[in-house]
């Protein structure tokens, strides 16, 4: 496997782009389309944009990072490989449904929760359960990315994901929420049905290579045993010979053994020569099997029996406060105050009229309303605790995070080039000038150039908030008919989703395969029967909206 394949199919991405400045002449729209003619992007804009991509999303990849500083330190503790044991042992004849339920939860709390990125914090946990079941890392990605990509695509209640799209269109949180739901579910099935395809054919290619393997060596072990046998022989023949020949023919009989040594030596060339042969098949059977079980995505192998309640409870807590924190309970989702006035309660609340809680937590957000960021605290919570109970050594907890944080810097690097593509193409907006040609190939709403724009525009800006604000202003001043936008809500959102499933732009997709080491092409490869299915089935529900 070639090593950085994700980095340089970003950087490739990223001279496509500043190519595209050169080509196409940039716009804007502000109430009307305004042509700015050519802003091509320079040579010392390709070293500028990434600093500014870091100080505007270098939160994102602080929070790779940490993840990873997190799992660093969780391999630092033995009863972390032992839980994750005995989740697989319990799994066992039931590995199907638990691969199911894993793309269920992803995809509901994407769905709801927006937390396509948040995910990340039991990306690395699910990859071991994963691999830990006898899968390989295809698998693995097609179980993460592609249920989260198909929560994006199915988005109900996320309003963090689709503001900008509801605002621009005038549109309700709960707009068509049944169609919406049809697609989540849809697409679900549709992912699973791939994932257990992908899994039934390379169980055959497995079990046939299996069978090579012993075919070989079954046959290396009988040419060990008949050159023992000729060894044994000759070593009869010597014995039975007299010290006065032996002293007699000494001379000539290492003059013999000379040329027989040299003799056997090239036969012994040729020998391995062939072996090798052989043997490089094994090898390379073997490197695919060992690529499953990477010691950098699964922990060391524990003897000794550790208790699990603790992981079991943080492992339980931390989900729920992800979830808890990421629902959208205010007016922009389900109209839930509690959690509001909760948090209002305690940072008002005083002892000897002091704010005690406002002061010891500082700026907080109520549930509903988190960020990323928030989710720091929770996590170093967490760490502390475990490491308590476990009484782990300050030294190890720091070699554990910076062991980890270094394997999360690649993820964490995708994260700032993909942004730096989206800083690119905001600072030349070159990509109006293509809507605008596309779009003015039909008059009002036409499903072929409204997907095709949504298409795009998910390919060029990462982020679903820069998605809908760089074409919908626009689009609105075409398509002028009300009526036709919530069918164009679905469409925009759904393809979103669709496309952040193999573009090179896509921060799920992206720092997953740089997290797994899994080449861009191998993914593209097994994916696309996925994408094509997923795809017709989206066009089907377009057509039936639109009648």
Request: aromatic share 12%; proline share 3%; charged share 20%.
């Amino acid at each position: 496997m070639k090593k950085h394949n994700t980095v340089k199919v970003v950087l490739i991405t990223l001279l496509l782009f500043l190519l595209l400045t050169w080509i196409f002449p940039a716009a804007y729209f502000s109430g009307e389309y305004i042509d700015q003619g050519r802003i091509q992007m320079g040579l010392f804009d390709m070293f500028n944009y990434p600093l500014t991509s870091l100080s505007y999303f270098g939160y994102i990849a602080l929070f790779i990072v940490l993840v990873g500083g997190f799992y660093g330190i969780l391999y630092k503790i033995p009863a972390y490989r032992t839980f994750l044991d005995r989740i697989v042992k319990k799994c066992t004849g039931k590995e199907k449904i638990i691969l199911s339920v894993i793309m269920l939860i992803f995809a509901v709390a994407t769905s709801i929760c927006g937390l396509n990125i948040g995910l990340a914090i039991f990306i690395p946990f699910v990859v071991s359960l994963i691999l830990l079941m006898g899968y390989d890392k295809i698998v693995a990605a097609l179980t993460t990315v592609g249920s989260i990509t198909v929560g994006l695509a199915g988005t109900t209640y996320a309003y963090s994901n689709i503001s900008i799209l509801l605002s621009s269109l005038n549109l309700k949180v709960d707009y068509e929420i049944g169609v919406r739901a049809i697609i989540l579910l849809v697409g679900l099935i549709v992912l699973i049905f791939n994932t257990l395809m992908y899994i039934k054919k390379e169980n055959k290619v497995t079990k046939v290579e299996k069978k090579t393997i012993k075919h070989v060596e079954e046959k290396v072990e009988d040419k060990k045993v008949e050159v023992k046998e000729e060894k044994e022989e000759k070593v009869e023949k010597n014995s039975k010979s007299t010290s006065k020949a032996a002293d007699s023919k000494k001379s000539s009989n290492s003059s013999k053994s000379s040329k027989k040594g040299k003799s056997t030596t090239k036969s012994g060339k040729k020998n391995n020569n062939k072996a090798a042969v052989k043997d490089e098949d094994i090898i390379v059977v073997k490197e695919s099997i060992s690529e499953d079980t990477d010691e950098d995505l699964v922990p060391t192998i524990v003897d000794s029996k550790h208790k699990i309640w603790p992981l079991v409870l943080g492992f339980i807590l931390l989900f729920v406060v992800l979830i808890l924190a990421f629902v959208p309970w205010g007016e922009s989702g389900f109209g839930v105050n509690w959690f509001d006035n909760a948090t209002t309660k305690v940072l008002e609340y005083e002892v000897f009229k002091f704010p005690i809680f406002a002061k010891l937590l500082g700026t907080v957000n109520s549930f509903g309303n988190w960020s990323i960021t928030d989710m720091f605290l929770p996590l170093g919570i967490l760490v502390l605790f475990l490491a308590l109970v476990y009484k782990v050594k300050f030294d190890d907890i720091l070699d554990g995070f910076v062991n980890g944080a270094k394997k999360a810097l690649g993820p964490a690097v995708i994260v700032i080039l993909v942004y730096t593509a989206l800083v690119l193409v905001t600072y030349h907006p070159f990509q109006l000038t293509i809507y605008k040609m596309i779009l003015g190939l039909s008059k009002g709403f036409n499903i072929a150039t409204t997907a095709i724009v949504a298409i795009l525009a998910s390919l060029f800006n990462a982020d679903p908030s820069y998605v809908y604000q760089s074409v919908i202003p626009y689009y609105t001043s075409v398509v002028t008919n009300s009526d036709n936008y919530s069918i164009v809500a679905i469409m925009f959102q759904s393809l979103y989703g669709l496309t952040m499933l193999v573009a090179p732009t896509s921060l799920v997709l992206m720092g997953t395969l740089s997290y797994l080491k899994v080449n861009y092409k191998d993914w593209l490869k097994n994916v696309w029967k996925f994408l094509v299915e997923f795809l017709v089935v989206l066009l089907i529900i377009f057509i039936i909206l639109a009648m």
